[in-house]
């Protein structure tokens, strides 16, 4: 599991329920997703990181503003 704040847990059940938990999100707000991060969305990642705390919504939100545009 990959949060926002970049921190990656082992992906079992009860590490996903028990972040879960701590960040007070229900269950049935949870979705899964695999996606694949090549090398510019990476560094993307990487700029966002700089500067915010909320590094994968930052550069998924750009890639969406940029798509929009």
């Given amino acids: 599991m990959l949060t926002d704040d970049l921190v990656v847990t082992a992906s079992s059940s009860f590490s ?12 049935n707000d949870f979705e899964v997703h695999t996606v694949t991060i090549g090398i510019e969305e990476g560094l993307e990642i990487l700029d966002a990181s700089l500067m915010s705390v909320s590094a994968l919504t930052d550069s998924i939100l750009k ?3 940029e798509a929009q545009n």
Avoid: A, N, V
Wanted: charged residues 20%; proline residues 7%.
């Fill in 16 to 27: 996903s329920i028990t972040t879960l938990g701590k960040l007070k999100i229900p269950l």
């Fill in 63 to 65: 890639k969406i503003t």
